[in-house]
């Protein structure tokens, strides 16, 4: 049967394709939205289709489903077949060069015959590509070193890692499963899940389990959630020699999660040992061995007898140290911490009073103010920036001037009406390559609260990017600096940029700076927001919010503070509303 992934790729392909041959983008936009359905669905998309429910799925219309229903009956769909014979398939891997596009894909191949990312290394090291309109001595640059970086990290590669988001989806997925077989008594995800680390390779889960993996292996195929269900080849129905037995389980949205399934009263053993990372684990088992203790994901062990552990502080405290949190389980000093009873005090998703940087419809988002207000306060958040793309915002959807002036307005009397959290009038606004901001003065000063971002130029050299958003810091008017090294995990390097610098200026000016919870930034990431809350700059953990939904991602935000030894005191908004006001720098003049 085909996966949700190969439907999926045959969709996004037909909507590269389409965008190619240069198709409304209404059109190539659907295709895309109905793949990105297909392959997060948690049933078969396939078995939909031969039962014709494929419009069942959300953003999939008749016409999809038609095109999906030739491709899961034929292994293929016309439309796809006569594109393919129009243009050759190396032209979709050359879109997704940063700076090329389609429109730039197709121009290539019908001035120089660029069909490959070969072709197109070939033409810019001869220089033949200055014969392309719109290929300056900048824009080429850019190219060279774009095509560098795919050298140095292919674009396969890169997709076979998981975000994070996607991996905890599976994951309670899986364990909401776990929860209802009969005989299964624990179940925690494990690996770099429970270690909320940005990207992984798979999901990794332990369950407690008093019957034979067979028999669990068994439930959770019966109920549907999965394209495949295997016993590892070395279980015998029950349990691997080590004590540990393992599940292969293949998701229909194309998540691989590795279920190991231990005795119930090796369950905390097993949790810490496979909570990793691999050197954090080894450096426990080798403080437990001087001791003469075997710790293994079969249980703890002193010549040879076995050793009751209920919880993990159980094992942390057999080798004299308390419990570590996951997050900072990477060897990175939490050992020598513990040891020292010096382990930081992290910030928790309960500690979070407010949000400061979210979007309505106002720009792109897809909620207006007064729903994004009420979702903010049905999670209990005191305050609530609503934060707007400003003028010249590269994406489009931008707020006018004139427009923020009557949003200003708007949200006032919204906050006024609204009783249970306080509404403030902020922007999210673009940095100009000089670091100036878009709006004037007089109307910037009237906001409750700046967050400034790069949305543009992103190809600045590391001096004047540097110098851009230190010039922005030193702005008074300017509270934050939002999602500051500009990086798409996955997808977008970093821009060039000295983030120590940064950091200084953060600290000298009392800027602060975010930690973006979209889980496809997660920045500051976790090695910088370490070094500026010990520095002593101020962070902000903000959701980006484009929904009621989107501020769900906090949690993300709070596990890279975690992840970076963060404390409450080091996070702006997990103070009060007067507090925080107080930290501004207005405030402080």
Known sequence: MLRNADIAEMLERLAALYELDGAEPY?????????????????????????????????????????????????????????????????????EVPGIGAKRARLLWETLGVGSLEDLERVVETGRIAEVAGFGGRTVERLRRALERLRQRPLAERSRLLL???????????????A?????????AVGGVRRAVEATADVDLLAAAAVSAREVGERLAGSGAFQSVALSEDGDGGREAAGVARLALQTHDGIAVDLRLCAPDAFAVSLQQLTGSQRHSARICELASEQGIELAPAGARRAGAALRC???????????????????????????????????????????????????????????????????????YEYLAITDHSASHGFGNAVSAGELEQQIERVAALDAELEGITLLCGSEISLRPDGSLDYPDELVERLDWVIASVHTSFALPEREMTARIVAAMENPLVDAIGHPTGRLIGRRDPYAVDVEALIEAAVKTGTMLEINANPDRRDLSEVWARLAAEAGAMLVINSDAHSPEGFDVIRYGVATARRGWVGARSVANTRPLAELRRLRKRARV
């Open 27 to 95: 059109r190539v936009n659907a295709y895309r939205q109905a793949a990105e359905s297909v392959r997060h669905a948690t049933v078969s998309v396939a078995e939909l289709a031969r039962s014709g429910r494929a419009t069942e799925l959300p953003r999939v219309g008749p016409t999809i489903a038609g095109k999906i229903r030739d491709f899961v009956e034929s292994g293929t769909v016309p439309a796809l077949e006569r594109l393919l014979a129009k243009y050759p398939p190396g032209l979709l891997e050359l879109m």
């Open 164 to 178: 994070i988001s996607d991996a905890c989806g599976a994951a309670e997925r899986v364990l909401a499963l776990l």
């Open 180 to 188: 209802e077989c009969d005989g299964v008594v624990a179940a925690e």
């Open 310 to 380: 209920a919880t993990e502080a159980d094992v942390y405290a057999l080798v004299g140290m308390p419990w570590i949190p996951p997050e900072l389980r990477e060897d990175r000093g939490e050992i020598e911490a513990a040891q020292a009873g010096s382990l930081p005090d992290l910030v928790t998703v309960e500690q979070i009073r407010g949000d400061l940087h979210c979007h309505t419809t106002a720009s792109d988002g897809r909620a207006d103010a007064r729903t994004m207000a009420l979702a903010a306060r049905e999670r209990g």
